[in-house]
């Protein structure tokens, strides 16, 4: 799991797995259910974190689809609350982020680091 360096809402993470793959079908069945897993156990935390309420989950698949880096598979795991202004990006082409990603790290790295511990 990584922070987004550019992200769309306070939180907003990435799950890669381990394997260089650009499609779901290009990783092995243990690399796709890790990856899954990972991606659930990321929601969890961000609704217990940050009291979310909703998530978009997506990956993008391809240059034509948006990834950034074609060859690397990664979801993207973005909280949501009602009333957001997710859409700034979208037709302002700002970002409006209310917290430092430092101090999001801070808050979410206790909650990750108890995943060794399960």
Known sequence: MLL?????????LMVAPYAHAGRLHELDADARAE?????????EILEATFACE??????????????GFADHLHFHVVPRWS??????TSIGEIRVI??????????LLPAF???AAR
């Open 98 to 107: 209310p917290t430092h990603i430092e101090h999001t790290f801070e808050r």
């Open 4 to 12: 987004n360096r550019f992200p769309y809402a306070a939180g907003h």
């Open 54 to 67: 909703g998530l978009n989950v997506g990956a993008n698949l391809g240059k034509a689809a948006g990834a």
């Open 35 to 43: 990856l899954i897993s990972r991606v659930s156990e990321s929601a």
């Open 113 to 115: 680091a108890g995943l």
């Open 83 to 88: 009333g957001d202004v997710n859409f700034m």
